[in-house]
């Protein structure tokens, strides 16, 4: 919680770059323009059958996907990541799910698409962050798309506590039963969009989509995360 001196000497600082720091011209957003145009995007959603699609073949019935920026260790792109996550910016990740939204819409990723779930947090951690970071990447592409944003449906359950008594079989179970679909109605029989920050190996959306399928009947998944760590 910012103190309300801060707060007051925050209205009269210059806004800055969160890539470059520089200060940003009065129509920018979190980013300048050198920043965004720099910015190193997948291009993904215009490649059928991508990598990042790839990366889900064979798990789950996935009909779209696309990361937005590629992520490497080093790289400034990191800070709209951190801030996201561990400084409550959370405003970061609904302004970054417009623009992704809006890029992504031309090329018809959002085409027939039901819902959006965004990856749950475990409670405990959504209760220490006070936000979900990937519900509000969720929340900005719906504003853009027009796309329910569901929260309801899956939670996440308990997960990696006591894992040092536990067999590695048991360990498997812990990560693979993370997640619980709380309410199939919800979700049966629908195009569903899961949407998530950085994607890595793609464990945890497969893990969230597994849930959502051995609840529900007749689930299709597009996939789409904000960056793509290589
Ligand atoms: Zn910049």
Redesign the pocket.
């Known amino acids: 919680m910012r103190n309300p001196l801060t707060s007051l000497l925050h209205l009269f600082a210059p806004r800055r770059?969160v890539?470059?720091?520089?200060p940003l011209a009065g129509n920018e957003r979190y980013?300048?323009t050198?920043?965004d145009i720099g910015m190193p995007r997948t291009n993904n959603h215009s490649r059928r059958e991508n990598s990042m699609e790839k990366m889900f073949w064979g798990k789950i019935p996935i009909e779209r996907g696309a990361s937005y920026f590629h992520y490497h260790k080093g790289s400034d792109y990191r800070h709209i990541i951190f801030r996201l996550k561990y400084r409550g910016q959370k405003e970061i990740g609904e302004e970054m799910g417009r623009r992704i939204a809006t890029e992504l819409s031309v090329s018809g990723f959002f085409d027939d698409i039901d819902l959006i779930v965004p990856i749950p947090l475990h409670s405990k951690r959504q209760r220490s962050r006070g936000y979900n970071q990937s519900e509000w990447i969720a929340k900005g592409v719906s504003s853009v798309t027009g796309i329910p944003l569901n929260t309801e449906a899956v939670r996440r359950g308990k997960e990696t506590e006591t894992q040092t008594s536990k067999s590695a079989i048991t360990r498997w179970d812990n990560v693979r039963d993370v997640f619980e679909t709380i309410r199939p109605d919800l979700v049966a029989g629908r195009h569903i969009l899961i949407v998530d920050d950085v994607l890595t190996t793609g464990s945890t959306i497969t893990s969230c989509a597994s849930s959502i399928m051995r609840a529900a009947n007749d689930v299709r998944f597009s996939v789409l995360t904000m960056a793509m760590a290589d």
């Open positions: 770059c890539v470059c720091q520089m980013l300048c050198t920043c």
